[in-house]
């Protein structure tokens, strides 16, 4: 192998690995916050998460139900080749809703919360970016 293929090879591999840190990443944060938020209780869920008690049970779940499709979605489809077009618009659906999520927490007056957002923002960037055009995944042949 030479040494301008090998270079070239270099690049997507590390692009490959660092989609699939980032998509990982953020199925893990979507999926836990979405569990946290489905499953505990709303005084409990208030006293983590002061706005969860200042709004009703069922926006609180439905914004949970909305993590939980995004964790998934920009996991699964991609892992399991089966329709991984999914993944670059569960991406897209991440990248708006941490925009939501800055505007809604900045709102507030709780910017200090922000970081998480601006981080997972920037992830499903990436993601966006990389799976739609520089490393997509193929689909599964049948």
């Not at 270079?7 to 989609?19: H, K, V």
């Not at 007056?109 to 995944?137: C, D, H, M, S, Y």
Request: proline fraction near 7%.
């Amino acid at each position: 192998m030479s040494i301008t293929a090998l270079e070239t090879a270099t690049p997507g591999r590390a692009l490959r690995i660092g989609l699939w840190i980032a998509q990982i990443l953020i199925s893990f944060v979507f999926i836990s916050a979405g569990l946290v938020k489905l499953l505990t209780p709303i005084p409990q869920l208030a006293a983590m998460m002061p706005w969860a008690g200042e709004y009703s049970e069922t926006f609180v779940r439905f914004v949970a139900v909305v993590d939980l499709a995004g964790g998934i979605g920009i996991l699964l489809p991609a892992l399991t080749r089966i329709l991984p077009r999914l993944t670059v618009l569960a991406a897209l659906g991440c990248a708006v809703l941490q925009v939501l999520a800055l505007v809604f927490h900045i709102s507030r007056g709780e910017a200090p919360v922000t970081p998480l957002n601006v981080v997972l923002l920037a992830l499903a960037l990436f993601v966006l970016w990389g799976r739609n055009g520089k490393a997509p995944i193929a689909p599964r042949q049948v």
